[in-house]
């Protein structure tokens, strides 16, 4: 079955250390995006590729690096500069950027940082 | 700039319809609807394209006024499986070939029997 993955579903973290949020799809999708999603606030982009090896930073970079080197996987780090790193992260693919072309999600990982 | 959807949330009975709104103050060239169920990831409804288009998913339809920069969804003959938080995400073109969508707060629907 063609879907996206997310590892792992709860992730806990000391504050001050880095976190690399899994991202997987086996769809063929070009495009590959990373969003975070917090109580009442809807879902903010954080980070998206068109292409592999290239991507953008969205609405809310800071704090977040990705890397894109291969068309199936679009890892997410959260970095110790992140100043409020709790909250749900959903990674999503689409056959290419922009419109007609759906966002197909993952389950998403939960993380906290204490 | 996040679209603004509104209602925050509404409850409606088995059969009952409801209005939601999406309200950008960008020009838009489409708009994208999402339903996330409780604990789940969003799941696809449809899309609008610029032009002033109506469409439809079983008893759930929209319209999309590019004019006023707006969409709205309507829920028909409501069911149970309709309960959810709905999503619009806006789309305009920023640079070639460049597009990212803007999501709203969500719309939380919760529909009971």
């Known amino acids: 079955d063609g879907g996206i993955t997310q590892s792992p579903k709860y992730l806990f973290r000391k504050e001050g250390q880095n976190v690399t949020l899994s991202c997987e799809q086996n769809l063929n999708h070009d495009a590959m995006y990373w969003y975070r999603q917090d109580p009442g606030q809807g879902l903010r982009l954080i980070y998206y590729s068109q292409i592999v090896n290239d991507f953008q930073k969205g609405d809310i970079a800071e704090g977040y690096s990705v890397s894109r080197e291969k068309k199936e996987s679009f890892p997410l780090t959260v970095t110790s500069a992140q100043k409020n790193p709790t909250a749900f992260y959903l990674c999503?693919?689409?056959?290419?950027?922009?419109?007609?072309?759906?966002?197909?999600f993952g389950p998403g990982t939960r993380l906290t940082v204490t | 700039q996040q679209p603004v959807q509104s209602p925050q949330a509404v409850i409606l009975r088995e059969g009952e319809d409801a209005v939601i709104n999406c309200s950008s103050s960008k020009a838009l060239y489409s708009v994208h609807w999402y339903r996330q169920k409780h604990g789940e990831a969003p799941v696809f409804l449809m899309i609008?394209?610029?032009?002033?288009e109506q469409k439809g998913h079983e008893k759930i339809s929209a319209s999309f006024n590019e004019k006023k920069q707006q969409s709205s969804l309507y829920l028909t003959a409501s069911q149970l499986s309709y309960s959810g938080t709905y999503f619009c995400g806006t789309e305009k073109k920023e640079g070639y070939n460049d597009y990212k969508l803007s999501f709203g707060a969500g719309t939380t629907v919760t529909v009971r029997a």
């Open positions: 609008l394209l610029k032009g002033g």
């Open positions: 999503a693919s689409s056959i290419s950027g922009g419109s007609p072309y759906e966002q197909y």
